[in-house]
């Protein structure tokens, strides 16, 4: 787990981020809802994989589970 | 005691495995060796070895005549016939005397009257090539004079002698581009055709005369169609595949089947999570080739690969995939290395060149030994490049976005050679076959070097 955005979650714990959860590759059975996990949706043909807003505080706890691989902003990425 | 003599063993069904076939025969399954490997080995085989061909379903053995008039009742047995004394006939095939049985078969054009393998008791025939699918040979063998021949493909042929190059229509110039990474110097043998290369970008305008889409998806939200609303998707689709017509300009690849899979919007930018729905879009959909001229910047020469996308990256891999993504255009900043998705592992990323090979100052640089996997791989022409845009017409536009899919539609080629390679080879042949630019070998800058089709069809 990136240690900046760690540091960003736990600075602002009420703020709202947008972000990109990756399941560990045993886990991917595992349910987000399991995770304490709301307002989710499954990213379309990517098993393991989930979009979420959520809080820094809510990002934090999600970040010690062990089914929990990463978590990453729903970064932007442009044409080249 | 039975005098036992050589029988060649024709099965009913055509596909015989070696288990089946020693449990018909009644022979030990150790004594069975591979009839093809065998020969091709060029190794020695004793009487009591049995030479099995498990694809057209015949076993040759030497057996009892009591064991051979037995098998000749069985079920699953279509006739056993006494091998039969092997002689020439018609001319004996170019380079005979030394090499494999199928090295010394050499073009079938070059043994038109059939010839006899000396003390094997097959009859390779001259055979029509154009039947099996790019990447294999067809060979045809008779067992008997009396048999009809039977024929199939085998993997992994050499690479063909290269032609000479085809030239598009005469109305349709070759663009410099496409030249300079010699793509038109292989139509003659591939075009890419049958290889489905999906394009993730802002869509595809489907009405351009010189494209042609075979399908897509949208993943942006509120776009419910493909169609380009931006005009980056139509230039690159057009850079891969744009038709060998008598209109507009020809890709690296024209006979490829082109996708439109949006994940950037008309702003020409896109979210993480569209852009891993269209990855796992063209992992369901078995696309061959993904073209991902999109990205974004890192801040040091050993950030971290966005994980989401080098897991998306290795399912494609998996799924006979080959990931190509453009380096990024941050070679004047400070921060000047490659970006993602391009650093992660699973992608090629590819830098840009001009016309002059020399490499474009605003293409991103690694190098991969500050960060593992993440440098620049190759090298493609993406300064000034001209191609397809919305509404029918052409337009040029420079960029990382742009030497892409020259490598995109190169990896398409390859595919339509060789349809067993796997994306690690296929992007280890492509970056093998590179004509070496900047310092020796690999570099920060350009990677292996120039993409050079030609090498890497013909070798």
Redesign the interface.
């Known amino acids: 787990m990136n240690e900046t955005l760690l540091k960003l979650w736990a600075d602002n714990p009420d703020a709202s981020n947008d972000v990109v959860i990756v399941l560990a590759h045993d886990s991917e059975d595992t349910s987000p809802v399991s995770l304490g996990m709301v307002g989710y949706e499954p990213i379309p043909f990517q098993s393991g994989m989930f979009k979420a807003t959520m809080t820094g505080a809510a990002l934090l706890r999600l970040a010690e589970r062990k089914e929990v691989e990463d978590i990453t902003p729903d970064e932007e990425a442009t044409i080249l | 005691m039975a005098e036992s003599k050589r029988f060649v063993v024709t099965y009913v069904k055509q596909e015989v495995t070696s288990a089946s076939a020693a449990r018909t025969i009644g022979v030990s399954k150790t004594r069975f060796h591979e009839g093809m490997s065998l020969l091709e080995s060029d190794a020695e085989y004793e009487a009591k070895d049995v030479l099995h061909f498990e694809e057209i379903g015949v076993t040759v053995a030497t057996l009892t005549e009591e064991k051979a008039e037995e098998l000749k009742s069985a079920a699953a047995v279509a006739e056993v016939v006494e091998d039969f004394e092997v002689f020439a006939l018609g001319a004996e095939a170019p380079g005979m005397g030394g090499g494999s049985f199928f090295d010394n078969l050499g073009s079938p054009d070059s043994y038109p009257q059939g010839y006899w393998a000396d003390d094997v008791g097959i009859q390779a025939l001259a055979s029509d090539q154009d039947t099996c699918p790019p990447g294999s040979r067809r060979f045809c063998i008779r067992l008997a004079p009396w048999m009809p021949p039977i024929c199939f493909c085998l993997p992994g042929a050499p690479s063909p002698a290269p032609g000479p190059p085809v030239p598009p229509p005469s109305n349709q110039p070759l663009p410099w581009n496409i030249k300079m990474v010699g793509a038109d110097q292989v139509w003659n043998r591939v075009t890419g055709s049958g290889v489905k290369v999906a394009i993730l ?2 869509g595809i305008d489907d009405d351009h005369p010189d494209l042609t889409v075979s399908g897509g998806v949208s ?1 942006v939200p509120g776009a419910t169609s493909w169609d380009d609303d ?1 005009g ?1 998707g139509t230039h690159c689709a057009g850079i891969v595949g744009a038709r060998n017509n008598t209109t507009g300009v020809v890709g690296v690849a024209p006979g490829c089947d082109l996708y439109a899979v949006k994940v ?1 919007s008309g702003a ?6 569209w ?3 269209g ?3 063209a ?2 959909n078995g696309i061959d080739v993904a073209s991902m ?4 910047n890192v801040n040091s020469p050993d950030a ?1 690969c ?3 996308y080098q ?2 990256a290795e399912r494609l891999n998996r799924a006979g995939c080959l990931v190509i993504a ?1 380096a ?2 941050n070679g004047r900043a400070n921060n000047p290395w490659v970006g ?2 391009a650093r992660c592992a699973g992608f090629m990323a590819v830098a840009a060149v001009d016309k002059n090979r020399d490499l474009a100052a605003f293409s991103s640089q690694g190098p991969a030994s500050l960060c593992g996997n993440c440098g620049v791989e190759i090298s493609a022409p993406g300064v000034s490049i001209n191609s397809t845009v919305p509404g029918g017409g052409l337009g040029v536009k420079s ?3 742009m030497a ?1 899919p020259h490598v995109s539609g190169a990896a398409a080629l390859l595919k339509e050679l060789h349809p067993t390679w796997t994306p690690d080879r296929i992007r280890a042949r492509l970056r093998a076959t590179a004509s070496d630019l900047g310092a020796p070998g690999d570099d920060p800058g350009y990677g292996s070097g120039l993409l050079d089709c030609r090498r890497a069809v013909f070798g």
């Open positions: 970008d802002t993943m931006n980056h950037l020409g930018s896109g979210r993480l999570s852009i891993l729905a990855m796992g879009w992992e369901q001229s999109l990205g974004s971290e966005t994980l989401a897991r998306a453009a990024g255009n993602n998705p960029g990382t976005s892409c």
